[in-house]
């Protein structure tokens, strides 16, 4: 798994892969889609990962002066909640009779629509017995080769040791569930996401009814296309994201699709469960973590007035989600990336790279995996997702007036209903 974190390991790695920069990677991996990202990938485009924390960093100082969640209320807070709808979605537990009560029962339930969202992602498939024939199959051995769905439990964290974030125990877990949840079409995951999202933007957080601006789930994906380096198109779709949306004469329009994108799977691949905290990590491969770059470095690429051009707000944020677990992500690109991503030959990254005062990395930090079958991983999404909407309301309103300025057709952007590749 990737996990390099400081410019000392990327070196070593790089030097191990004979590969530092975009250009070296060949024309075929250049123009392939983000779906299709691999470690390589990671390498040339000069990721760094940092250590992930059960809040993600980018927010934890507002939150902590500005939560209205975990603090309530105070004249100093810039966002209000209805409480009631926040404690039954954050402190109340899940219907006790989730698993088996009828979706118009639950429905009746506040916040009905996510219990029962919540209830197909947890359930396992009716599908009945299948009879297939039997085969005698022989493993093929190969050295590098893990077997996808491993549990490792009682091994050291691939990451780093730490608290564990929900409450789950060995005890609680199923391992045949988990195997069942990966039949599980991505949709389930990204309409159980997408609702949660609903709820907290849209019953928890009381928006200014007199303003012109609302911040919504977008439920559309985005397909983005981006030339990167002046010469390889590529491209991107993500599975929705967290838009503001601006209502103007003829009704309401999109202002900003990307306040933070959603890359939904499944379920996780693998996982590893703590001994000792009994904390489970979803073990993210090396595939989908490049698949979640290349959506950030293709959506930043075709619409840096958008996403920012100074350092300070040079950032893509992503959800990243998997059965029932989601994790907050934020890319932040160097002062000198965009001068990376414009050179058009090898030799002139490599000389960008070589000069020390200029930063041409990306920077990568995560909050833990929440898992929203539990009050206390509900109740941390939520902070998070009212820290996101702070941190664009004060880094990025300029940047989206400005894009608003911008003739029709000037974006590289799209909307599509289609499945992503």
């Given at each position: 798994?990737?996990?390099?974190?400081?410019?000392?390991?990327?070196?070593?790695?790089?030097?191990?892969?004979d590969?530092?920069?975009?250009?070296?990677?060949?024309?075929?991996?250049?123009?392939r889609?983000?779906?299709?990202?691999?470690?390589?990938?990671?390498?040339a485009?000069?990721?760094?990962?940092?250590?992930?924390?059960?809040?993600?960093?980018t927010?934890?100082?507002?939150?902590?002066?500005?939560?209205?969640v975990?603090?309530?209320t105070?004249?100093?807070?810039?966002?209000?909640?209805?409480?009631?709808?926040?404690?039954?979605?954050?402190?109340?537990?899940?219907?006790?009779?989730?698993?088996?009560?009828?979706?118009?029962e639950?429905?009746?339930?506040?916040?009905?629509?996510?219990?029962?969202?919540?209830?197909r992602?947890?359930?396992?498939?009716?599908l009945?017995?299948?009879?297939?024939?039997?085969?005698?199959?022989?493993?093929?051995?190969?050295?590098?080769?893990?077997?996808?769905?491993t549990?490792?439990?009682?091994?050291?964290?691939?990451?780093?040791?730490?608290?564990?974030?929900?409450?789950?125990?060995m005890?609680?877990?199923d391992?045949?569930?988990?195997?069942?949840?990966?039949?599980?079409?991505?949709?389930?995951?990204?309409?159980?996401?997408?609702?949660?999202?609903?709820?907290?933007?849209?019953?928890?957080?009381?928006?200014?009814p007199?303003a012109?601006?609302?911040?919504?789930?977008?439920?559309?994906?985005v397909?983005?296309?981006?030339c990167?380096n002046?010469?390889h198109?590529?491209?991107?779709?993500?599975?929705?994201?967290?838009?503001?949306?601006?209502?103007r004469?003829?009704?309401?329009?999109?202002?900003?699709?990307?306040?933070?994108?959603?890359e939904?799977?499944?379920?996780?691949?693998?996982?590893?469960?703590?001994?000792?905290?009994?904390?489970?990590?979803?073990?993210?491969?090396?595939?989908?973590?490049?698949?979640?770059?290349?959506?950030?470095?293709?959506?930043?690429?075709?619409?840096?007035?958008?996403?920012?051009?100074?350092?300070?707000?040079?950032?893509v944020?992503?959800?990243?989600?998997?059965?029932?677990?989601?994790?907050?992500?934020?890319?932040?690109f160097?002062?000198?990336?965009?001068?990376?991503?414009?050179?058009?030959?090898a030799?002139?990254?490599?000389?960008?790279?070589?000069?020390?005062?200029?930063?041409?990395?990306?920077?990568?930090?995560?909050?833990?995996?929440?898992?929203?079958?539990?009050?206390?991983?509900?109740?941390?999404?939520?902070?998070?997702?009212?820290?996101?909407?702070?941190?664009?309301?004060?880094?990025?309103?300029?940047?989206?007036?400005a894009?608003?300025?911008?003739?029709?057709?000037?974006?590289?952007?799209?909307?599509?209903?289609?499945?992503?590749?």
């Open positions: 798994m990737f996990s390099i974190s400081t410019p000392q390991q990327y070196a070593h790695l790089s030097v191990e892969h590969l530092a920069v975009p250009l070296q990677l060949n024309d075929e991996e250049l123009i889609p983000a779906s299709r990202w691999t470690l390589r990938h990671l390498i485009y000069r990721l760094l990962v940092n250590p992930e924390k059960g809040f993600l960093d927010f934890k100082p507002d939150h902590d002066q500005q939560c209205p975990c603090i309530g105070g004249d100093h807070l810039q966002q209000h909640l209805d409480h009631e709808k926040t404690t039954a979605l954050t402190e109340d537990p899940c219907p006790a009779n989730l698993f088996k009560a009828k979706e118009s639950l429905m009746q339930l506040q916040h009905g629509a996510f219990w029962v969202s919540l209830a992602a947890m359930r396992l498939e009716q009945g017995e299948r009879n297939h024939p039997n085969r005698d199959r022989k493993a093929v051995e190969r050295p590098d080769f893990v077997n996808p769905t549990i490792i439990k009682g091994s050291s964290s691939p990451t780093r040791p730490s608290s564990s974030e929900f409450e789950l125990s005890g609680d877990f391992e045949d569930q988990h195997d069942n949840r990966r039949s599980k079409p991505e949709e389930v995951t990204v309409h159980l996401v997408m609702t949660f999202l609903q709820h907290s933007l849209c019953l928890c957080l009381m928006q200014d007199n012109l601006t609302e911040v919504r789930v977008r439920i559309e994906r397909k983005t296309d981006a990167i002046s010469l198109a590529t491209t991107a779709e993500d599975d929705g994201g967290i838009c503001r949306m601006r209502w004469t003829i009704g309401w329009s999109m202002e900003n699709p990307y306040f933070a994108l959603i939904a799977k499944r379920t996780f691949q693998r996982l590893h469960i703590d001994d000792k905290s009994g904390e489970i990590h979803p073990i993210v491969s090396n595939e989908t973590l490049a698949q979640c770059f290349g959506e950030a470095i293709v959506a930043w690429t075709a619409n840096r007035q958008l996403l920012g051009q100074d350092y300070r707000r040079c950032s944020f992503l959800i990243a989600a998997a059965s029932t677990f989601v994790r907050f992500v934020h890319f932040q160097g002062s000198h990336y965009a001068d990376l991503l414009d050179a058009t030959d030799e002139a990254q490599e000389a960008l790279i070589a000069d020390g005062e200029k930063d041409t990395y990306v920077q990568m930090r995560s909050s833990k995996w929440l898992n929203l079958q539990t009050s206390q991983g509900r109740r941390i999404a939520l902070c998070h997702v009212l820290a996101l909407l702070r941190w664009h309301g004060e880094h990025s309103f300029g940047a989206e007036m894009q608003t300025s911008m003739a029709p057709g000037d974006s590289d952007t799209s909307m599509d209903e289609t499945d992503s590749e």
